[in-house]
């Protein structure tokens, strides 16, 4: 598919409130895709509506080729999430948690197995196998569990906040996982509060007020509104906000 998503005219309302408003975009295949928005500006319940979790009020789109409204258990299965706050167990030990996901996305036990030493191995985390997650410090954590995401080899892997609470040199370590990820066609869907990682998608969209204000590559971006970085096109754009966090 020439794009992985594609969204016209998403709007959800609760109740008088307009949290989403007519948005439309669409992502490309193979895609860094930065979603950007300050808090109550719309992202996360628009990401909800594209993880099959919530149901629009009105407009449509497909995600992976699957309907947002008709298809919604097919997009699950087709896509890797990863939110903000870690997601695995802490009480179970690294191999326990591949295993345990592994199974809840569907995978035979030769499957689990084969995926396990590969994560492992390519982590470098054959030694802490055994540990318990708790015990891990937080970047290996977000590095298992962003594997643990791509477990099932799904095409689109939304990622909430990932890098939240990490230094610089692990969030950059972070990031080359992502880009290993997007070399091999998996479309990467990113929200983030860290404006130099913006820098790093192939194009950023900004919602204010529940619609999309703005959305192009870092570098227009930065032309159109005349300034130097990606903080600056965020600060000029979500100035622009009348309704509260």
Same mark, same amino acid.
């Given at each position: 598919?020439?794009?992985?998503?594609? /969204?016209?005219?998403?709007?959800?309302?609760?109740?008088?409130? $307009?949290? &989403?408003?007519?948005?439309?975009? $669409? %992502?490309? $295949?193979?895609?860094?895709?930065?979603?950007?928005?300050?808090?109550?500006?719309?992202? *996360?319940?628009?990401?909800?509506?594209?993880?099959?979790?919530? /149901?629009? $009020?009105?407009?449509?789109?497909?995600? !992976?080729?699957?309907?947002?409204?008709?298809?919604?258990?097919?997009?699950?299965?087709?896509?890797?999430?990863?939110?903000?706050?870690?997601?695995? @167990?802490?009480?179970?030990?690294?191999?326990?948690?591949?295993?345990?996901?592994?199974?809840?996305?569907?995978?035979s036990g030769k499957e689990i197995s084969d995926k396990t030493a !590969? /994560?492992?191995?390519?982590?470098?985390?054959?030694? =802490?196998?055994?540990?318990? =997650?708790?015990?891990?410090?937080?970047?290996?954590?977000?590095?298992?569990?962003?594997?643990?995401?791509? /477990?099932?080899?799904?095409?689109? &892997?939304?990622?909430?906040?990932?890098?939240?609470? %990490?230094?610089?040199? *692990?969030?950059?370590?972070?990031?080359?996982?992502? @880009?290993? !990820?997007?070399?091999?066609?998996?479309?990467?869907?990113?929200? *983030?509060? @860290?404006?130099?990682?913006?820098?790093?998608?192939d194009r950023v969209s900004v919602m204010v007020d529940g619609r999309?204000?703005?959305?192009?590559?870092?570098?227009?971006?930065?032309?159109?509104?005349?300034?130097?970085?990606?903080?600056? &096109?965020?600060? %000029?754009?979500?100035?622009?906000?009348?309704?509260?966090?």
């Amino acid at each position: 598919m020439e794009n992985a998503i594609e /969204i016209h005219g998403l709007t959800k309302k609760f109740g008088n409130f $307009t949290a &989403v408003d007519n948005i439309s975009f $669409t %992502v490309r $295949t193979g895609e860094i895709f930065g979603f950007l928005g300050a808090n109550g500006a719309g992202k *996360t319940t628009a990401m909800r509506i594209l993880c099959g979790l919530s /149901i629009p $009020t009105a407009g449509g789109g497909t995600v !992976a080729g699957f309907d947002i409204v008709r298809e919604p258990e097919k997009i699950k299965k087709h896509i890797g999430y990863m939110s903000q706050k870690f997601s695995l @167990y802490p009480d179970l030990k690294v191999w326990e948690n591949i295993r345990l996901f592994g199974g809840i996305y569907g995978l035979s036990g030769k499957e689990i197995s084969d995926k396990t030493a !590969a /994560i492992l191995s390519r982590l470098g985390m054959e030694d =802490v196998r055994d540990a318990f =997650v708790a015990s891990l410090p937080l970047g290996w954590k977000q590095k298992l569990s962003f594997s643990i995401a791509m /477990i099932h080899d799904p095409r689109i &892997v939304f990622l909430d906040e990932p890098t939240g609470g %990490v230094d610089p040199e *692990t969030r950059r370590r972070f990031w080359e996982l992502i @880009y290993e !990820a997007t070399s091999g066609g998996v479309t990467v869907f990113v929200t *983030t509060h @860290y404006m130099d990682e913006a820098e790093y998608c192939d194009r950023v969209s900004v919602m204010v007020d529940g619609r999309i204000e703005a959305l192009d590559s870092p570098d227009a971006l930065k032309r159109r509104y005349g300034v130097n970085d990606m903080d600056a &096109v965020f600060r %000029v754009l979500a100035g622009r906000a009348v309704r509260e966090e």
